[in-house]
């Protein structure tokens, strides 16, 4: 079957730096997205990736390693606003979306 | 990115009504929409996927004579959830495409209680 996995919740401080992971097992791999959800909306777009290596937009950077089916988001210089569900969805082979459960972010002063 | 209008964003029906949820892409032209749904605390749990003019193709587990879809223009689908019970009360979002793969957009999100 195919699954998606990722920390169901991180902790981390005002100002610091925090990583999410996020590991696959799909049929078929057309690109890993990275979307931010906070409660009772919609996700948001934060980043894609095709290709292995980084890719840097801002406070934020997605890395991704297709041999290792991994991925990490990395969120720099945090800020309370960030405290939100971060989702890790993989494109199969059908150009199906499969979403992990995302992984729940708490931001402390 | 595009521009995608869901409504309502939150409903409140009895038991055994049934409630419309409308999708429009503003800004492009959806030949693709996809319905999920969300209970709390858990994953974007696909529903069913449409063509414009074509009937929809429903996960297993999803019931498609009380999820019923309609994608009849390249703009609006709407997902109608037939004779509601408290347990199809969940997060309805939906997510037109246009074919592009690098990017998945998404409505506003509809929040349902059936009570």
């Known amino acids: 079957g195919q699954n998606i996995d990722q920390p169901t919740e991180m902790t981390a401080t005002e100002g610091a730096i925090v990583q999410i992971n996020c590991t696959y097992q799909?049929?078929?791999?057309?690109?890993l997205f990275w979307y931010q959800q906070h409660a009772g909306e919609a996700p948001t777009f934060l980043s894609y990736?095709?290709l292995d290596g980084l890719e840097e937009k801002g406070r934020f950077s997605s890395f991704l390693s297709r041999s290792k089916g991994y991925s990490y988001l990395l969120l720099k210089e945090l800020q309370m606003k960030d405290s939100a569900s971060y989702l890790c969805?993989?494109?199969?082979?059908?150009?199906?979306?499969?979403w992990g459960a995302g992984t729940k972010l708490i931001i402390k002063p | 990115g595009a521009v995608v209008s869901q409504h309502p964003s939150r409903v409140i029906c009895k038991s055994g009504t049934s409630v419309k949820i409308e999708c429009r892409s503003l800004?492009?032209?959806?030949?693709?929409m996809f319905w999920y749904r969300q209970f709390p605390k858990q994953s974007l749990m696909l529903m069913a996927t449409s063509n414009e003019g074509s009937k929809a193709t429903y996960e297993q587990g999803v019931e498609k004579d009380k999820f019923l879809i309609n994608h009849a223009s390249l703009t609006l689908s709407t997902l109608t959830v037939t004779s509601a019970h408290p347990e199809d009360s969940s997060f309805y979002i939906c997510?037109?495409?246009?074919?592009?793969?690098?990017?998945?957009?998404f409505g506003q999100g509809t929040r349902l209680t059936v009570v």
């Open positions: 799909t049929s078929g791999f057309n690109g």
């Open positions: 969805a993989v494109r199969d082979s059908n150009y199906q979306l499969i």
């Open positions: 997510s037109p495409s246009q074919g592009d793969y690098t990017e998945a957009f």
């Open positions: 990736n095709v």
């Open positions: 800004d492009f032209q959806a030949t693709t």
